[in-house]
């Protein structure tokens, strides 16, 4: 578990110090994030070597949801007077969503 956890560790650590070094304007945890699914992706590392830490992880998702939330309410007044465009951003991007994972699903079940 520890083991595990570190390697999720790692990749955070280095997806900020990628940040960080070529300044780009994209959150670490993001870049640490592609970076991990690239090496489970292209096997530089077993799934077995972060299944105990992410399974732990994946129970308790919902927690880190909550700073967000209210980080939210910090912004509560620029959420009030922008709430049309912002509604119409997400259910924009919501639908673009859904309809590229139906289009990907859909050729995919075709291999």
Do not use: C, R
Not at 41 to 64: G, N, R, T
């Amino acid at each position: 578990m520890i083991k595990s956890l570190s390697v999720i560790f790692l990749f955070l650590v280095v997806g900020e110090f990628v940040t960080y070094v070529f300044k780009i304007p994209i959150a670490g945890n993001i870049i640490g994030m592609v970076l991990i699914f690239l090496a489970l992706k292209f096997k530089a590392i077993p799934l077995e070597m972060v299944k105990p830490a992410s399974d732990k992880l994946l129970k308790y998702l919902v927690l880190f949801f909550v700073p967000y939330g209210v980080g939210l309410m910090v912004h509560f007044e620029t959420i009030k007077e922008h709430w049309l465009s912002i509604g119409l951003a997400v259910l924009g991007s919501t639908l673009l969503t859904l309809y590229l994972t139906a289009f990907l699903q859909e050729k995919l079940e075709k291999k």
